[in-house]
């Protein structure tokens, strides 16, 4: 079997149909690219809206007009991962209408009210889990009285990973973690990633960071730390449409297919296909020829040191310093309000979340000795 896994899924601005009817034939290679493989998977990370309020306390919402689910269906997208910090940007209506059209389209959904998927096909096994961590200070996705974004627990998500592979399953888990715009997971990441991989085999397929960090194989599994942007436009606010809040790079600009078989249980082959958002078509492989991918792999192999984590501390501060510079006395007038305030507390609590569920819990995780 035969399974893409595609990175951020976001699809507004000049990407969608509503304005821009040449999306269709933008997408032509990157579609032709993905009709070899039996399943197709995204982190669908823009819930599908129109009029459904933004909720409170984010300083951006992103949305997907209801008719881009044809570009979904366009690309042969079969699977979504729901589980990530915008798939409740516009409430429960817009959760909900995105659980509606996916449905109707034929596109199955899951890391949202604790579902995952098991699939039984080309006489594989599979499992398909997506979690999304406090760090990436999600959107709620509340109804029924509770929170129903499947949460990364690093103790929970061991524990499903176990039953399922006791259960005969090779599992496939989508994980939202990670700093926006930087190339180096974290050490805690890395880690995590790796105590599974040496209980046994499952690929890691991480997203949020918008950028192509490292791949490295395990034993029998296969990393993805993150694919990055697959298709995601610049990121505007309600209260400036002018000046872009977030604005795509030529980093963010390139992403990764991650290709992966599976045969009889075991990954028998994995694959990094690169893709580029140029202005007349996304481009695919070999014809993008100034990428390395081995430098980002290079990135991760002192993960856990003093050195390394220092590095992805400076480039951290660089960027903050880069996106401070951006910005003059009107963009921070504009965000004097109570919704900032909101942001700063929801930001600490999420902290504090993250600590108690995955940076306390990734040590006692056991590894066969």
Same mark, same amino acid.
């Given at each position: 079997?035969?399974?893409?896994?595609?990175?951020?899924?976001?699809?507004?601005?000049?990407?969608?149909?509503?304005?821009?009817?040449?999306?269709?034939?933008?997408?032509?290679?990157?579609?032709?690219?993905?009709?070899?493989?039996?399943?197709?998977?995204?982190?669908?990370?823009?819930?599908?809206?129109?009029?459904?309020?933004?909720?409170?306390?984010?300083?951006?919402?992103?949305?997907?007009?209801?008719?881009?689910?044809?570009?979904?269906?366009?690309?042969?997208?079969?699977?979504?991962?729901?589980?990530?910090?915008?798939?409740?940007?516009?409430?429960?209506?817009?959760?909900?209408?995105?659980?509606?059209?996916?449905?109707?389209?034929?596109?199955?959904?899951?890391?949202?009210?604790?579902?995952?998927?098991?699939?039984?096909?080309?006489?594989?096994?599979?499992?398909?889990?997506?979690?999304?961590?406090?760090?990436?200070?999600?959107?709620?996705?509340?109804?029924?009285?509770?929170?129903?974004?499947?949460y990364l627990d690093?103790?929970?998500?061991?524990?499903?990973?176990?039953?399922?592979?006791?259960?005969?399953?090779?599992?496939?888990?989508?994980?939202?973690?990670?700093?926006?715009?930087?190339?180096?997971?974290?050490?805690?990441?890395?880690?995590?990633?790796?105590?599974?991989?040496?209980?046994?085999?499952?690929?890691?397929?991480?997203?949020?960071?918008?950028?192509?960090? %490292?791949?490295?194989?395990v034993n029998g599994?296969?990393?993805?730390?993150?694919?990055?942007?697959?298709?995601?436009?610049?990121?505007?606010?309600?209260?400036?449409?002018?000046?872009?809040?977030?604005?795509?790079?030529?980093?963010?600009?390139?992403?990764?297919?991650?290709?992966?078989?599976?045969?009889?249980?075991?990954?028998?082959?994995?694959?990094?296909?690169?893709?580029?958002?140029?202005?007349?078509?996304?481009?695919?492989?070999?014809?993008?020829?100034?990428?390395?991918?081995?430098?980002?792999?290079?990135?991760?192999?002192? %993960?856990?040191?003093?050195?390394?984590?220092?590095?992805?501390?400076?480039?951290?501060?660089?960027?903050?310093?880069?996106?401070?510079?951006?910005?003059?006395?009107?963009?921070?007038?504009?965000?004097?309000?109570f919704n900032s305030?909101?942001?700063?507390?929801?930001?600490?609590?999420?902290?504090?979340?993250?600590?108690?569920?995955?940076?306390?819990?990734?040590?006692?995780?056991?590894?066969?000795?």
């Amino acid at each position: 079997m035969k399974i893409a896994l595609l990175g951020d899924i976001a699809i507004f601005g000049r990407y969608c149909i509503t304005k821009n009817k040449s999306v269709f034939r933008y997408l032509d290679k990157v579609r032709e690219h993905l009709s070899k493989f039996d399943i197709v998977i995204g982190n669908l990370e823009a819930p599908f809206a129109t009029n459904e309020n933004p909720i409170i306390g984010k300083s951006a919402t992103v949305k997907s007009h209801p008719a881009n689910i044809e570009l979904l269906n366009y690309i042969r997208l079969t699977h979504v991962n729901l589980a990530n910090n915008h798939i409740g940007d516009f409430g429960i209506k817009g959760y909900k209408r995105t659980k509606e059209l996916l449905i109707s389209n034929g596109i199955d959904w899951f890391g949202t009210e604790d579902k995952q998927i098991d699939l039984e096909i080309c006489n594989e096994k599979i499992s398909l889990l997506g979690f999304c961590s406090y760090n990436t200070n999600p959107s709620p996705v509340r109804f029924k009285s509770k929170n129903n974004l499947n949460y990364l627990d690093a103790n929970l998500v061991y524990r499903k990973l176990k039953n399922n592979f006791d259960r005969g399953f090779f599992n496939i888990i989508a994980i939202h973690s990670g700093q926006e715009h930087i190339h180096l997971p974290s050490s805690e990441d890395v880690k995590f990633a790796r105590k599974i991989a040496n209980n046994f085999d499952y690929v890691y397929y991480g997203h949020h960071p918008h950028v192509i960090q %490292a791949f490295e194989k395990v034993n029998g599994s296969a990393i993805f730390y993150s694919l990055g942007n697959f298709i995601f436009d610049d990121v505007f606010t309600p209260r400036d449409h002018k000046e872009p809040l977030i604005k795509r790079s030529e980093a963010n600009k390139t992403g990764l297919i991650g290709e992966i078989e599976i045969q009889k249980g075991k990954l028998v082959n994995n694959h990094s296909t690169p893709i580029y958002m140029s202005e007349e078509s996304m481009i695919v492989d070999n014809e993008i020829d100034d990428i390395d991918l081995d430098v980002y792999n290079s990135f991760v192999k002192n %993960a856990g040191t003093l050195e390394y984590d220092r590095d992805r501390s400076n480039s951290i501060k660089k960027f903050i310093e880069q996106r401070r510079e951006m910005r003059n006395l009107k963009w921070y007038v504009n965000r004097l309000n109570f919704n900032s305030v909101g942001i700063l507390l929801k930001a600490r609590k999420n902290l504090r979340l993250y600590q108690k569920h995955f940076l306390s819990k990734v040590d006692l995780i056991e590894e066969k000795k």
